[in-house]
């Protein structure tokens, strides 16, 4: 049976209302820990997807197509007739009238309030870097960049006709894994477009530099990984710089602390996010590393009874002193915790404290080479770790569909790796 909108079975509406801001990777784990219970729950997004955002490199570099790496939300709870979803950008919260308001200006009351919203690109106070970076955080990021990257290879064959000589940099802000792996990408991208496409461009002369403050890439993992890594996306191309602190960035250039300014075509923002840029206004909540909400060990917030925060948007706790990363298994994790802990309260027991249990932590670096360290310490790298990378990231891909395209998409490429959608979806002059 089909209701109107907005409309609530009368069985469902004397159920307390859980409303989850956020269908990310832990909005939708605690969804489904709530599905089919005893609850009413609303998942609010400004996106009608869920976004698998380890994968959105692949999109940007055109390894992936955009409906690869996203599904409907309403599609993952079409079955939980206690699960709705509701397409919009929360604007604020009213703690005290237990009330959420919509851009549009639309309130949804609510019982218990999950803080799911994830983070957002952080520039740093960079000048320039807001508005001249590239940052890769959402679909429409990826979609951004791969039409602005693939127009940047046109425009320059045009230019270099004539001026063989011309060169052209891409420069990658940031040695974490986002950075690493979309560096390494865009290389065999790069590649790939003059090999195969007959891109009319001298590759000698193109060049992708990877910057990091930092004294090595992937700080998260051993110091032999990050000596791998390194390697790695140097044997393909990518030249990698330490030590090296971004002070401005224009349309055509971006400027180091030493005085160094280095024209480029594009600068792909990898740098960090932060949590504090993505909430919603009004939320009275103590502010924690990176902009993050701090949160009990059951992950309430510090002074609600119902309001909680989990994933990217928390600080969720790892032990006393310590506070998990911000990765995807917190926050299915966390998610999946705090479904259980709001079931709690709404029977009238008692809450537990959120344990992490560790899955390792894993970056790819190009085809065929990845590094992965697994919970015990120990560093797989190389075809094997690659192997590990794909089978974990097809497994937590939401939908079968995804997963079954993904899969012939990678099989294919494997040994066809050249094809890929090197499409601009965009009118030539809409390009920014
Ligand atoms: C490029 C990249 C690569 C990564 N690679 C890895 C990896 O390989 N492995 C790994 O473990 N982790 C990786 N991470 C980190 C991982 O993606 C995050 O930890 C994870 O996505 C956090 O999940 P989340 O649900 O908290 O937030 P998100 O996945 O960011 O979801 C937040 C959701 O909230 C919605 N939202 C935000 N504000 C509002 C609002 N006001 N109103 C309505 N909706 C709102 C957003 O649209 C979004 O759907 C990567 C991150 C990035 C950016």
């Known amino acids: 049976m089909a209701f109107p909108p907005h409309s609530v079975p009368r069985d469902l509406a004397t159920l307390p209302h859980v409303v989850i801001i956020g269908g990310g990777f832990a909005g939708v784990a605690a969804a489904k820990g709530l599905a089919d219970q005893d609850v009413r729950v609303t998942i609010i997004d400004q996106h009608n997807f869920h976004t698998f955002v380890p994968l959105l490199y692949q999109v940007a570099t055109a390894g992936l197509e955009p409906a690869d790496v996203a599904f409907p939300i309403r599609t993952i709870f079409g079955h939980a007739a206690n699960v709705g979803f509701r397409h919009g950008r929360v604007r604020s919260v009213d703690q005290s009238r237990g009330l959420v308001t919509l851009a549009d200006g639309s309130g949804i009351p609510y019982d218990h309030l999950v803080i799911a919203t994830g983070a957002a690109a952080a520039f740093f106070g960079v000048p320039g870097a807001s508005q001249f970076a590239m940052p890769l955080y959402t679909l429409a990021d990826a979609r951004r960049l791969r039409n602005r990257l693939l127009s940047i290879l046109e425009e320059a064959e045009v230019a270099s006709e004539g001026d063989a000589s011309s060169d052209l940099t891409f420069v990658v802000v940031g040695g974490g894994p986002t950075g690493v792996e979309t560096s390494g990408a865009l290389s065999e991208l790069i590649a790939i477009a003059i090999r195969r496409d007959g891109l009319r461009l001298d590759p000698a002369r193109i060049r992708v530099l990877l910057v990091d403050m930092a004294p090595r890439l992937l700080t ?187 899969l012939i998409n990678w099989t294919w490429r494997y040994f066809d790796w050249p094809s890929g959608p090197r499409l601009i979806v965009a009118d030539a002059e809409t390009v920014d």
């Open 220 to 406: 998260a993992f051993p110091t032999r990984a990050s000596v791998y890594a390194k390697r790695r996306l140097e044997s393909s191309g990518v030249e990698v710089e330490f030590g090296r602190s971004v002070v401005g960035i224009d349309k055509h250039a971006i400027r180091f602390s030493d005085g160094e300014r280095i024209e480029c075509a594009a600068v792909i923002w990898a740098a960090g996010v932060s949590a504090g840029d993505a909430l919603p206004q009004d939320l009275t909540a103590t502010s924690g590393p990176g902009g993050r909400v701090r949160v009990r060990s059951d992950l309430r917030l510090l002074d609600s009874e119902n309001v909680w925060a989990v994933g990217d948007a928390a600080a969720v706790p790892l032990d006393d002193k310590q506070f998990c990363a911000q990765l995807a298994p917190v926050a299915i994790q966390s998610g999946r915790h705090c479904a259980e802990q709001i079931l709690h309260v709404v029977r009238g027991e008692a809450t537990q404290a959120f344990r992490y249990h560790d899955k390792g932590i894993m970056a790819t670096i190009g085809r065929n080479a990845a590094v992965a360290e697994l919970p015990n310490g120990v560093v797989v790298k190389g075809r094997l770790g690659w192997l590990a990378w794909l089978g974990l990231h097809l497994w937590y891909l939401v939908g079968f569909r995804n997963r079954l395209r993904v």
